[in-house]
């Protein structure tokens, strides 16, 4: 197909991976968790603090705001997806989320003991700018390779974004791994952490600016009304789709339930070995970097373990694995223990997601209209499962004052999914 495959435009496409991957590893896993841990207490140094007026747990409303966050961002999903429809207006769609959440990651270098409030609505619209990116980064990869090529072009996207934001993360971290240096003195966590936001921000908004400009430039449909009527009518041949292949709806309520603990668990990982371990910020960090590493790993097994058995037998052996992941959270008590535990959830998180993304495009019809419209349904599932997930977590730690017992319930999540994922007696089982 004529225009498609450009190497240049490829390099492109590709830098926003490795502008906005920044976000994910320093402000959603790594060093916010960890701040937010320090500064989020009362005046006694307690865990129950005020936010606007009404007391709740630290860990709990930071779940809170990851719920809200992609509440938001799942409610605009339909009307996103609906405009990347829209040729002309992607890249200044994509541009504008890019400079939320960019400027949003500037902004929590304000952030602090006394302004809590602040805090948790800049990371909010800093998870706003970033998943709704998302939806115009992703739509033109039908526009710059051919179906042949998607697999090796996104898979160069993903690797280039890990590479970035391990680089940036591991420069922001130089003065805990290098205290002696002579410009690194007087530096600590909080300073740290400080300086990260700016520079994440900074990186995001830098290349992601280049990465844009050098994307292709099309012309907008006219004819194309977006409103309601046409979100219905898209998520209507998204169900239609859905209804018609055997096995994908038992696939996706699977997917739902399964990403709902998935998710839950990467996002408060952090969180959890803070409040309930008292984890030195050091050790925090280190946890994470591990983790990431050995997520390129267990996506490797996982896809090894597939291809010697099958998908479906590989989901359950993963619904298996979190679960024992989320019991032993129950019963952690010691450092080595929880490196333990990670080390398990950077295994079978790389495995999962790549299997349950590598997996649902075998479901796909060969239309391209069924697949756009297949994958605006899939991120529906994906946002949604996310504030389910982060919810419930946050509830069950308001109500019994343990993130242990919130990484129980997330057992049943696993439990239903598997159930489901059980069911589909075609293409999975082959």
């Known amino acids: 197909m004529e225009g498609k495959n450009n190497p240049k435009v490829i390099r492109s496409w590709c830098m926003y991976d490795w502008a906005n991957s920044v976000y994910s590893l320093i402000i959603t896993s790594t060093l916010f968790p960890v701040y937010y841990g320090i500064v989020a207490k009362n005046d006694t140094g307690e865990n129950l603090i005020s936010f606007f007026g009404y007391q709740i747990l630290n860990s709990a409303l930071f779940s809170y705001a990851i719920s809200i966050s992609f509440l938001v961002s799942g409610i605009l999903s339909p009307f996103l997806s609906s405009i ?199 050790k925090l960090i280190v946890t994470i970097l591990i983790l990431q590493i050995v997520a390129i790993f267990g996506a490797r097994i996982f896809s090894f373990i597939c291809e010697k058995s099958s998908s479906k037998t590989t989901l359950l052996l993963a619904c298996l694995l979190w679960i024992v992941v989320c019991l032993s959270a129950y019963f952690v008590k010691t450092d080595l223990q929880f490196f333990g535990v990670a080390a398990l959830v950077g295994l079978v998180m790389g495995g999962s997601q790549s299997l349950l993304r590598s997996t649902f495009t075998h479901f796909l019809p060969n239309e391209e209209h069924g697949k756009s419209a297949m994958f605006g349904l899939f991120d529906l599932l994906d946002k949604f499962s996310i504030v389910l997930g982060t919810f419930a977590f946050g509830l069950t730690n308001q109500i019994t004052g343990s993130m242990r017992v919130s990484a129980l319930v997330l057992i049943a999540f696993f439990l239903v999914g598997a159930w489901f994922i059980n069911k589909i007696q075609t293409r999975l089982s082959v």
Not at 89 to 99: D, I, M
Not at 120 to 136: Q, R
């Open 84 to 282: 990347s429809d829209v040729g002309g207006l992607r890249k200044r769609f994509l541009f504008g989320f890019c400079a939320l959440g960019s400027v949003s990651c500037v902004a929590l270098f304000g952030f602090n003991h006394s302004n809590i409030e602040f805090g948790i609505l800049t990371f909010i619209l800093a998870a706003i700018g970033y998943s709704g990116s998302i939806v115009f980064y992703n739509s033109f990869l039908p526009d710059i390779a051919t179906p042949d090529q998607y697999a090796r072009v996104s898979a160069k996207g993903f690797s280039i974004g890990y590479l970035g934001s391990v680089l940036l993360l591991i420069t922001v971290l130089s003065p805990l791994f290098f205290p002696a240096v002579p410009f690194f003195k007087g530096l600590n966590f909080e300073k740290i952490s400080k300086i990260g936001f700016l520079l994440t921000g900074g990186w995001w908004f830098v290349f992601g600016y280049f990465s844009i400009k050098g994307l292709p430039g099309t012309i907008e449909k006219e004819s194309y009304k977006i409103n309601f009527h046409s979100i219905k009518n898209r998520l209507k041949s998204a169900l239609n789709i859905v209804s018609n292949i055997q096995g994908l709806n038992w696939f996706l309520v699977g997917f739902f339930c399964i990403n709902t603990g998935v998710q839950t668990v990467m996002y408060m990982a952090a969180i959890f070995g803070d409040i309930e371990l008292h984890l030195a910020s050091e």
